[in-house]
């Protein structure tokens, strides 16, 4: 990905979101949240535990990231700090993707770091880079696996940091959701359906089938465990 094409969706972000909450119902009666990535163009039905009754707002960042740095300290993204002051929150969905660019580039720039590289691209991936470096510490990534399968993992990775840093970040009474959107058949032979990964930071699929409900249709899987 260039850096003119980071830099574009950057720009948009905020438009985008600003958009997205224009089209809250005031009549719901319970709130969710929705993030996902900027850089992504599926399309999505409502996703475990929201329904058609919600009301459900949007939230774009560059892979679906749920934090920002300030000075120099890892902190709740600003678009979902308003958004938690703005709403009585009752669940928080983490949509990832598996041909996510954005996360291929953090890693890229991991492996080969890009010295001429805007300084706002910079400061929006530098969390990306830095899990990256977590995954490959934790054996969970490793260069010489096949490319699709690095990226598959890398994005479920994120998906569940993010997960797990937003219920540290928020009211214990917000249930966190990760899936991701298998654009590629990763986790089955059938591509483009939603996979839960983590629930609340548990990421074990036996653990989280216990808490859904019994008619669930929800498909709970996980690449790293």
Same mark, same amino acid.
């Given at each position: 990905?260039?850096?003119?094409?980071?830099?574009?969706?950057?720009?948009?972000?905020?438009?985008?979101?600003?958009?997205?909450?224009?089209?809250?119902?005031?009549?719901?009666?319970?709130?969710?949240?929705?993030?996902?990535?900027?850089?992504?163009?599926?399309?999505?039905?409502?996703?475990?535990?929201?329904?058609?009754?919600?009301?459900?707002?949007?939230?774009?960042?560059?892979?679906?990231?749920?934090?920002?740095?300030?000075?120099?300290?890892?902190?709740?993204?600003?678009?979902?700090?308003?958004?938690?002051?703005?709403?009585?929150?009752?669940?928080?969905?983490?949509?990832?993707?598996?041909?996510?660019?954005?996360?291929?580039?953090?890693?890229?720039?991991?492996?080969?770091?890009?010295?001429?590289? $805007?300084?706002? +691209?910079? %400061? !929006? @991936?530098?969390?990306?880079? /830095?899990?990256?470096?977590?995954? &490959?510490?934790?054996?969970?990534?490793?260069?010489?696996?096949?490319?699709?399968?690095?990226?598959?993992?890398?994005?479920?990775?994120?998906?569940?940091?993010?997960?797990?840093?937003?219920?540290?970040?928020?009211?214990?009474?917000?249930?966190?959701?990760?899936?991701?959107?298998?654009?590629?058949?990763?986790?089955?032979?059938?591509?483009?359906?939603?996979?839960?990964?983590?629930?609340?930071?548990?990421?074990? $699929?036996?653990? +989280?089938? %216990? !808490? @859904?409900?019994?008619?669930? /249709?929800?498909?709970?899987?996980? &690449?790293?465990?």
């Amino acid at each position: 990905m260039s850096g003119d094409d980071l830099e574009s969706a950057i720009e948009s972000v905020q438009e985008w979101t600003g958009s997205r909450r224009n089209r809250e119902d005031g009549s719901a009666t319970q709130t969710a949240l929705v993030v996902s990535c900027s850089m992504s163009d599926c399309s999505w039905e409502p996703l475990w535990p929201v329904d058609a009754t919600w009301n459900v707002i949007g939230v774009q960042t560059l892979g679906n990231q749920t934090w920002d740095q300030y000075e120099g300290q890892v902190v709740l993204d600003s678009d979902i700090e308003l958004l938690k002051t703005q709403h009585d929150i009752t669940a928080v969905l983490i949509v990832g993707h598996t041909r996510c660019q954005v996360l291929e580039d953090a890693y890229d720039r991991w492996i080969a770091p890009d010295s001429e590289s $805007p300084a706002g +691209i910079e %400061a !929006r @991936l530098k969390p990306l880079r /830095s899990l990256v470096g977590d995954a &490959l510490e934790e054996g969970l990534l490793a260069d010489s696996m096949p490319p699709q399968t690095r990226q598959n993992r890398l994005v479920e990775y994120n998906v569940c940091r993010q997960v797990v840093f937003l219920k540290q970040a928020l009211p214990s009474s917000v249930t966190v959701a990760g899936y991701v959107h298998d654009q590629d058949g990763a986790y089955n032979t059938f591509p483009d359906k939603q996979y839960l990964v983590a629930l609340d930071g548990e990421t074990e $699929p036996t653990t +989280i089938r %216990a !808490r @859904l409900p019994d008619d669930s /249709s929800v498909q709970v899987t996980n &690449l790293l465990t």
